[in-house]
């Protein structure tokens, strides 16, 4: 699977399309060269912040809850049943079986596609372009914050290493 791994938008168009491709926000590499993506441990039903990176081998072995489960104030799954995914299905789990819960819904895109506002809710083609356009953005003198925004937007600028950040 490439899922939190390989962000599944950002692709070039025309003949290159599918052949690059751009790592999800939270991907890593393990030492043997395999994608890792980052999930909260659950133990006993409570969502803990242990967190542990799984390949897609081993993530085949887990029941692994969506990030946007509905916990309470201790994490805690409220509902009985919950969306899950198991070897590559997604269906429903009872809250006793889940092992794992993904650590944010951001985590299955690209940093360029992270900064599209309502991402959930645009046609695929067009979430394709603008993370096309993201990708070939210059950036401004003067810049203001945006009126809407993602929640990445201050991880990307911090992280462009050309943003000074004072203390």
Known sequence: THYGRVCPI????????????SLSVYAQTNEYG???TPYRRVRENVVTDEIHY?????????????????????GRFIDELVTCRNKGESS????????????????????????????EHDDAN???MGANMQRQAVPTLRA????????????????????????
Do not use: C
């Open 10 to 21: 950002e692709t070039p168009e025309g003949p290159n399309i599918g052949l690059i491709n």
């Open 34 to 36: 395999f994608l890792e």
């Open 54 to 74: 799984l390949s897609a081998i081993e993530e085949g072995n887990f029941v692994i809850a969506q990030a946007n489960t509905n916990l309470d104030e201790e």
């Open 92 to 119: 429903l789990f009872s809250r006793d079986q889940v092992e794992y819960m993904d650590v944010s819904t951001q985590q299955v895109v690209s940093v360029g596609a992270s900064l599209i506002p309502f991402l």
């Open 126 to 128: 067009r979430a394709l």
């Open 144 to 167: 203001d914050k945006p009126l809407v925004g993602t929640g990445m937007e201050r991880a990307v600028a911090v992280d462009s290493g050309v943003t000074a950040v004072a203390k």
